[in-house]
Nanobody
Framework: QVQLVESGGGTVQPGGSLRLACEAS????????MYWARQVPGKEREGIAA????????HYADSVKGRFTASQDNATNTLYLQMSSLKPEDTAMYYC????????????????WGQGTQVTVSS
């Protein structure tokens, strides 16, 4: 069972930037997808980025396309999310997840989750 630990959350002003990291340990190996998702209280969890472990494929939700960049460092088993031009509506708990299936549009079905890191965008 993989363990996922997110870090890098905090409070930032609108228009600012923040980088999240997700360190994975205990990977089962093979090919899988890594995800970034976010959730606001009272709303469903939203998948915002999907990164294919074998490289070459990254997908984004329209809500973050052009502002957020996901990447992975296979040497350190770390997934990153560089967030720029942040808006108040980006305020949420951000999670990373892993699954062998492509689940960006049904992210709640992902098998493994981190504990989340809070991002608050406020002036």
């Amino acid at each position: 069972q993989v363990q996922l630990v997110e870090s890098g959350g905090g409070t930032v002003q609108p228009g600012g930037s923040l980088r999240l990291a997700c360190e994975a340990s205990g990977n089962s190996g093979g090919i899988y997808w890594m995800y970034w998702a976010r959730q606001v209280p009272g709303k469903e969890r939203e998948g915002i980025a999907a990164v294919f472990s074998a490289g070459g494929r990254i997908h984004y939700a329209d809500s973050v396309k052009g502002r957020f960049t996901a990447s992975q460092d296979n040497a350190t088993n770390t997934l990153y999310l560089q967030m720029s031009s942040l808006k108040p509506e980006d305020t949420a708990m951000y999670y990373c997840a892993q699954d062998r299936r492509f689940l960006l549009w049904s992210i709640s079905e992902a098998e493994s989750w981190g504990q989340g890191t809070q991002v608050t965008v406020s002036s």
